[in-house]
């Protein structure tokens, strides 16, 4: 059986999905929950379930960005509610091909900051829709963002699927 993928802006919707996945995830063993992250809000109170197993970023906020911080959708709090409930966090990387060049490094470097902080409080982090990519470009992209060698590694190696 697959992934369970939710998305949708409503926590309680979310609860409940999550709830009812993980009743059936003690038979298998392989299926992994993940949620697409919204604003902070709802990204802080996803963290705080310990059922669910991935938070994908896919599309970052339009809001603007801080001085020193971007708006990347993740920050010290979220990083240590997803290292407490070892939920890893994921990165779609389907996006970045229909971008154009200013938008592409905005995202890069909102990526980046995510990097950094997930460095900082040892959060896994996986790739999400590789599709048919070669592994060693990928782990180049991933070292490329700031990612450690075997961080880099655990990302390709375990990247998953997610169908819209």
């Known amino acids: 059986m697959g992934n369970v993928v939710i998305n949708t802006l409503n926590i309680n919707e979310v609860r409940n999905l999550v709830d009812k996945c993980s009743l059936g995830k003690t038979l298998e063993k392989t299926k992994k929950i993940i949620v697409i992250a919204k604003d902070d809000e709802f990204n802080r109170k996803v963290l705080e379930n310990k059922k669910v197993d991935v938070l994908v970023f896919s599309e970052f906020s339009e809001k603007k960005d801080k001085l020193k911080q971007r708006n990347s959708g993740l920050n010290q709090v979220l990083c240590k509610f997803a290292r407490d409930n070892k939920i890893e966090i994921g990165i779609d990387i389907s996006m970045m091909e229909k971008m154009s060049a200013k938008e592409l490094s ?59």
């Open 106 to 164: 905005e995202h890069i470097s909102r990526i980046r900051q995510n990097v950094k902080l997930c460095n900082k409080y040892k959060i896994k982090m996986i790739l999400i829709n590789v599709k048919e990519k070669n592994k060693h470009d990928l782990i180049a992209f991933c070292l490329s963002i700031g990612m450690s060698t075997s961080m880099a590694k655990y990302a390709v190696e375990n990247n998953l699927f997610k169908k819209d």
